[in-house]
């Protein structure tokens, strides 16, 4: 079963819960205040065409890949 990070609309805290994929739309509650969460993207799962500009690095910032710093021809 995949885990999904939900944050909470009352609190705002962010979580994670071990869910099945069939009920990953139903509605969640806050483990703090058992009010209503909404599932958000979590950070591991980058869509194709994300921030990042390189194809192997997961970092939103080009400065920190070691494939930036490589000489331009």
Same mark, same amino acid.
């Given at each position: 079963m995949p885990i999904y990070d939900?944050?909470?609309l009352h609190c705002n805290i962010i979580f994670d &819960?071990? +869910?099945s994929a069939s009920k990953r739309n139903e509605e969640q509650n806050c483990?703090?205040?058992d009010k209503p969460a909404k599932r958000k993207m979590s950070? +591991?799962?980058?869509p &194709?065409?994300?921030s990042s500009a390189c194809s192997d690095? /997961? /970092?939103?910032?080009c400065s920190t890949c070691s494939s930036a710093s490589a000489p331009s021809t």
């Amino acid at each position: 079963m995949p885990i999904y990070d939900y944050k909470c609309l009352h609190c705002n805290i962010i979580f994670d &819960k071990l +869910i099945s994929a069939s009920k990953r739309n139903e509605e969640q509650n806050c483990p703090q205040c058992d009010k209503p969460a909404k599932r958000k993207m979590s950070l +591991i799962a980058r869509p &194709k065409g994300s921030s990042s500009a390189c194809s192997d690095c /997961s /970092s939103t910032n080009c400065s920190t890949c070691s494939s930036a710093s490589a000489p331009s021809t």
